[in-house]
């Protein structure tokens, strides 16, 4: 075999170590341009902040609730008192109040970021029902479906940003966790094997968020100082918006009032 000649050696070894550099200072990413870096996170000083609190009321006269019929499935109808349960479209209180009403910061926060929990928040399956119907978590947190029944369900997310899920869940007390990785409100929940169950779940990246009990309240506290547009879901109502502006040590108080949409 023929030698190679030092010279060409020698330029070989020049070329490789300035493409390799070349190549090691280029941004990432296929467009050229690497990601930009997560925000840090910040410590908040609680005499700085202020709280959201308010009622979400409904005006107009919602239909009826239906009769859902559970005997299609013996296992079903064996957990509950006649077999039979009411729709959940609109919890309305004595004054109107209405329940199950996603709320959430919508603008304000730009530039923040806050710790993500640990904790999972969690959806449970108690005689073929979801409980809570509507339910909130952030982006990372874990979020947990427990089947309490001891028969099958069927998980199935319709995400249209996150990525969807299907699971089946066979047994009593199995648990299955998945992790949402982008906002996204809301994301429909549904059991394949029981068509009348439904849930919602509302993904944010911030903890300013609740869900309305009976009486229509809600509370976002440890708020920066600030204006911020408030917004509010309903799986029938549809969704509406507010402004408030928080004081260091304040409370400003906000009222949304759905109207029942027309037939």
């Known amino acids: 075999m023929a030698a190679v000649p030092r010279a060409s050696v020698s330029l070989r070894l020049v070329l490789a170590a300035v493409f390799g550099a070349s190549v090691a200072a280029a941004p990432a990413g296929c467009g050229g341009a690497s990601a930009p870096p997560a925000p840090a996170t910040a410590a908040i000083d609680p005499a700085t902040t202020g709280t959201i609190a308010g009622t979400v009321r409904l005006e107009g006269t919602p239909p009826d609730a239906q009769m859902i019929r559970m005997d299609g499935d013996k296992r079903c109808a064996s957990l509950v008192p006649g077999a039979t349960r009411a729709t959940e479209s609109y919890i309305v209180g004595a004054d109107g109040t209405l329940a199950n009403v996603f709320v959430h910061v919508t603008s304000g926060l730009e530039g923040r970021s806050f710790p993500v929990p640990e904790t999972p928040a969690v959806l449970d399956q108690q005689q073929c029902w979801y409980t809570p119907r509507v339910v909130g978590v ?16 069927n998980v199935r997310a319709d995400s249209t940003i996150n990525e969807p899920f299907n699971q089946g869940q066979p047994v009593q007390g199995v648990r299955f966790s998945h992790t949402f990785s982008t906002e996204e409100v809301m994301v429909p929940v549904k059991c394949d094997v029981h068509a009348w169950m439904r849930a919602w779940v509302g993904v944010v990246d911030h903890p300013y968020f609740a869900v309305t009990g009976l009486d229509g309240a809600f509370s976002l506290p440890n708020l920066p100082a600030g204006t911020y547009t408030v917004a509010a879901w309903h799986e029938a109502a549809g969704t509406m918006t507010g402004t408030a502006t928080v004081a260091a040590q304040g409370t400003a108080t906000l009222t949304l009032n759905f109207k029942v949409p027309a037939a």
């Open 138 to 153: 952030r982006v990372g947190q874990p979020f947990q479906v427990l089947n309490s029944d001891p028969l099958l369900h």
